[in-house]
């Protein structure tokens, strides 16, 4: 009874919840953004790096909050395990690039491939572990076109990123310029490895409101990440540092974003599990 009672206030209270979750979340985008658009061009890389690393630790705690209440119970503990650990080292990441700044004082020229890039993408290892456990989950709801139309998609992306920088990678490569060539490969075959599999398992929650919500931020998120990684990239490569202030836009919306979707995965799928476990030991 109590089961059935909760889910059918939360059935009723869905839509009000959910509109002013949206304004929220976009609310702290245009909020976030504006703070770092409006700053001074002087004070504007700093600025830059502290709303990101804000913003990612709101994502973590979040994440943090959720491994603390659901542990590795049920189908979805481990796969948000990795969710949020991937999470963290985003944040990681972006805390080593604000050391290089504040600290080192690093400021003009970066180092074209630092600790920075190893903890980003071990954060993608994690978000991949994340998703490929959420399509073991729902494997028998897949649909095949849309994994091949996503994979297609994501084959052509990553084809168009190389062609498009082909003489600045061959450039790298034939200077010996090993990590460098490796980490640029990196970021746009990882955002279509992960694509494939959050396209699919976003289509497959798509009826159950639960879940529904916070894969589609999921989903919009890689999509965000995997622009601004484009853009990143390409402005490192073309040596247009100025322009990076403009992507971190991008990133700091991916961060609110997956905040977000875990919020909303908390409030509704982690409470709900936790007053079933209850009930089950009653």
Request: proline letters at 3%; charged letters at 15%; aromatic letters at 14%.
């Amino acid at each position: 009874m109590t089961i059935y009672l909760t889910r059918a206030r939360d059935n009723k209270h869905f839509k009000g919840h959910l509109r002013n979750f949206t304004v929220i979340l976009i609310g702290s985008i245009i909020v976030s953004v504006s703070l770092v658009i409006l700053s001074n061009p002087e004070n504007r890389k700093a600025v830059d790096l502290i709303v990101l690393d804000i913003t990612g630790a709101i994502a973590v705690t979040l994440g943090l909050i959720v491994i603390y209440r659901q542990k590795f119970h049920g189908p979805y503990g481990k796969p948000f395990f990795c969710l949020s650990t991937g999470v963290l080292f985003l944040l990681a990441g972006d805390i080593t690039v604000s050391y290089y700044y504040f600290i080192l004082l690093i400021k003009d020229v970066p180092p074209l491939v630092s600790f920075a890039d190893v903890l980003w993408l071990v954060g993608y290892v994690f978000f991949a572990l994340h998703l490929f456990m959420m399509l073991k989950i729902v494997e028998k709801k897949i649909n095949t076109a849309v994994v091949v139309g996503t994979s297609v998609a994501s084959a052509i992306f990553v084809a168009y990123t190389i062609t498009t920088h082909v003489p600045l990678i061959s450039s790298e490569f034939a200077h010996q310029h090993y990590s460098v060539f490796a980490v640029n490969i990196s970021y746009p075959v990882a955002d279509a490895i992960l694509i494939i599999p959050a396209v699919a398992v976003l289509v497959a929650h798509r009826s159950d409101f639960e879940h529904s919500i916070p894969m589609t931020l999921a989903s919009l998120s890689l999509l965000i990440n995997a622009l601004a990684d484009y853009g990143f990239v390409n402005d490192v490569m073309n040596d247009n540092t100025g322009n990076k202030w403009i992507w971190d836009l991008f990133f700091i919306s991916d961060f609110l974003i997956i905040a977000a979707a875990l919020y909303w995965y908390n409030r509704y799928y982690v409470t709900r599990s936790l007053i079933d476990r209850k009930d089950i030991k009653l």
